[in-house]
């Protein structure tokens, strides 16, 4: 005999899968997919199932616990009510007086019985007159209550040893001084048994020492915890398969005396999951033997024509969109075909129309002047126009190998103090938050030339974010600021240099005719027009200084009291010249805050010539403030027109002419650039400025942060230095 050659584990699956039909194939999977998924839902069905159960037993029994817990406190309210009733009747009080003691005890021992409770007594100065019921200690509950100096109440007494707790009232006897009726009944199984009739669950009542005796018992944990912890416990005790409430017995005074406990056995939920949990599986092999045989059937059905359009499929995925799909014989293979037909037209339509539109977009894009180039997520260069490669002096034959390539690598751009723009101001980074944007670019090439250019870079679209570059020459920027800065300067510096002309020109002319007065009010127009070209200078070389980003802010301690009173003293004289008033309201003392003092009077400098401007001439303009503990804010508010609407950040833009609510620009109006500096120095000292409208005026509020430490510390430094600098002066 020859021996039969062995076959590799796997060939021999594939080769058994191979003979299998689809039609048993599909119907096996499909009965394996249904099998583990009924099995997964029955087991989260059940688990679910259990834990819904286990939260409405808690409930339950917690609804119990609270409901025994009002019981007990019902009971309360009824013995106080007892005794007060008892303590009024006229039979009592007619036996009291008479001081029959055995026509006491009868009367006593009749209104126990007809009330049901257990016990009752009649006490005069501590002593027990006369009592009815089991043998209780009605002097130590009086003792302990302090039942004497209260008209009526309630107890909770907790005997000595492992007896029932005591719950009672009592009532001072009307016109019988120190004379008490006490009720009480005992907490004992009776009562228990009485409460678990109420509530429809077994419940137990222990007092404390009760409940601390038994620690083998395993709700020994719970009780020592309701008890400590003076608070309800519910839970699921798995040792006793109960759920289990435990709820404290306050005393008056508050204190856990005792613990009321209410159980629900676990064999009721059980008994209901087991019944769920078999009736789950008698349905679940239904369903599985169901759905076998309606899988064998329809598979055998689907199974001929798909095998036909899983090859229309193949050919149409290899690229053959020319070749026709066939219609199936039935309604849903039949729509599937005529669906798969479909998409072949379609795609077919698709594939000329895009060869078509990439053609176009091509030749757009080859035939415009500026150069366009795109970039992915990484800023990797995905395309390169020939006119992009020109001006990036990448020669055709070397335009491919950009393609891939780190954007920062092929552009080059300009290392600003060392560091790539790349890494802190990329425009292509920016466009991705703020929309649009433009960068200027100073390039260096690889043969060695420099150019500028201008990037404009557009949001992502569809990981993809088109970037068009224009050149930009050093010549016609230069000629672009030089306009604009003579514009301006020619604009702004006319009015205050005519003003001072003028002025000079009466000085020159009348000098000997006029009078001090009069020569004052000249050579105060002189400075006032001094000191708005000084401002106008100011914030012209502040401009140029943020704008070239060599605008450094110094870290010193600044007291704003100080800034305050000079930005003040600069612009009193332009508050004079319209009779204006500077009303000053800030806390004191100002703390000190870490920044360059020179810039922060040169922001208040600006907010109080904004407020001069715009404040009707004879008014008043107001500078106050508050202080917290992380930030100081600082405002100037004027009586001006206020603020038009929609006004926003347009406002603290640069060369911005703001025109109030009325419309009409000031007669000094300015370049636009001193609230746009003030937040330009704000922002950088970690603050921020805003615009309010108040009333008819406006409120600048400029807000600084402060911080403890370092006020405290820099504030010792700074008295330090001052006494160094008089020693120094001592010594000289």
């Known amino acids: 005999m020859h021996p039969v050659p062995s076959l590799h584990p796997v060939n021999t699956l594939r080769a058994s899968l191979r003979r299998i039909r689809l039609s048993t194939l599909l119907a096996s999977i499909n009965v394996a997919l249904l099998l583990v998924a009924v099995a997964g839902v029955a087991l989260v069905a059940l688990h679910l199932l259990q834990q819904l159960a286990d939260q409405q037993a808690l409930a339950r029994v917690s609804q119990a616990g609270v409901s025994a817990q009002h019981a007990l406190s019902r009971s309360g309210d009824d013995l106080g009510i007892a005794a007060q009733v008892l303590a009024e009747r006229p039979t009592l009080k007619h036996d009291l007086d008479s001081g029959d003691s055995a026509a006491l005890a009868a009367y006593l021992d009749q209104y126990r019985r007809s009330s049901q409770f257990d016990g009752c007594a009649v006490l005069l100065a501590g002593q027990v007159l006369a009592a009815s019921g089991p043998a209780l200690p009605w002097a130590d509950i009086q003792a302990q209550e302090g039942a004497q100096s209260v008209a009526g109440g309630q107890f909770l007494y907790t005997q000595p040893g492992k007896l029932p707790l005591l719950l009672g009232g009592w009532a001072a006897v009307p016109g019988e001084a120190g004379a008490l009726v006490l009720t009480a009944d005992q907490l004992d199984a009776r009562f228990a048994q009485q409460i678990s009739a109420q509530v429809e669950l077994p419940v137990a009542i222990l007092s404390r020492p009760a409940a601390l005796a038994a620690t083998s018992d395993p709700r020994y944990a719970l009780r020592q915890r309701a008890l400590s912890n003076n608070r309800a416990i519910v839970a699921y005790l798995s040792t006793a398969a109960v759920y289990l409430d435990i709820e404290p017995i306050r005393a008056p005074s508050g204190e856990a ?49 798909l095998r036909t359009l899983t090859i229309a499929a193949a050919r149409i995925g290899g690229g053959d969109l020319a070749t026709p799909v066939r219609s199936a014989p039935s309604a849903e293979i039949g729509t599937l075909a005529a669906t798969l037909e479909e998409m072949r037209a379609r795609l077919l339509r698709l594939t000329g129309d895009l060869r078509r539109q990439q053609a176009e977009a091509e030749a757009i894009l080859t035939g415009i002047v500026e150069g366009v180039f795109t970039v992915d997520r990484e800023r990797r260069i995905r395309y390169l126009n020939p006119q992009a490669a020109a001006l990036l002096g990448v020669a055709p034959e070397q335009a491919s190998g950009a393609i891939g390539r780190f954007c920062g690598d092929v552009l080059n751009p300009q290392r600003r103090d060392g560091v790539r723009p790349c890494e802190e101001h990329c425009p292509i980074v920016h466009a991705r938050f703020r929309g649009a944007t433009q960068a200027t670019e100073h390039l260096t090439l690889a043969n060695g030339q420099r150019r500028t250019i201008v990037i404009t870079s557009a949001a992502p679209a569809e990981e993809q974010q088109v970037q068009v570059m224009r050149d930009e020459s050093a010549i016609e920027t230069t000629r672009r600021l030089r306009d604009t800065v003579l514009a301006n300067i020619s604009h702004e510096f006319k009015t205050p240099l005519a003003a001072q002309q003028a002025s000079i020109e009466l000085l020159l002319e009348q000098l000997p005719q006029l009078s001090l007065e009069q020569a004052s009010d000249l050579v105060l127009a002189l400075q006032r027009g001094t000191l708005r070209l000084t401002q106008l200078i100011d914030n012209l070389l502040e401009s140029v200084r943020i704008e070239s980003g060599k605008d450094t802010i110094r870290r010193q301690p600044v007291a704003l009291d100080e800034v305050i009173e000079e930005a003040l003293d600069m612009t009193r004289p332009l508050m004079r010249l319209r009779s204006q008033e500077a009303i000053i309201s800030l806390p004191y003392p100002l703390p000190l805050v870490r920044g360059d003092a020179p810039r922060l009077t040169q922001v208040f400098v600006n907010l109080l010539a904004n407020a001069n401007k715009f404040a009707p001439a004879g008014s008043t303009i107001s500078l106050g403030g508050m202080v917290d503990e992380r930030q100081v804010t600082l405002w100037v508010e004027d009586e001006g027109p206020g603020l038009p609407q929609g006004a926003g950040a347009a406002l603290f833009a640069r060369f911005e002419r703001f025109a109030r609510a009325t419309g009409e620009e000031p007669e000094q109006s300015g370049m636009g650039l001193g609230l746009w500096i003030a937040k330009s120095i704000i922002e950088r000292h970690g603050g921020q400025i805003a615009a309010e409208r108040q009333g008819t005026g406006t409120r600048l509020c400029v807000t600084l942060p402060v911080s403890q430490a370092i006020e405290v510390v820099e504030m010792v430094e700074v008295v330090e230095a001052e006494e160094r600098v008089g020693n120094e002066d001592t010594g000289r």
């Open 257 to 305: 005396v005792g613990v009321l406990e209410t159980t629900l056995p676990a064999t009721d939920t059980a008994n209901t999951l087991r019944q769920f949990t078999e009736t789950l599986i008698v349905l679940a092999v239904c369903v599985i033997a169901l759905a076998a045989a309606i899988s064998f059937f329809i598979g055998r059905r689907l199974g001929r024509p």
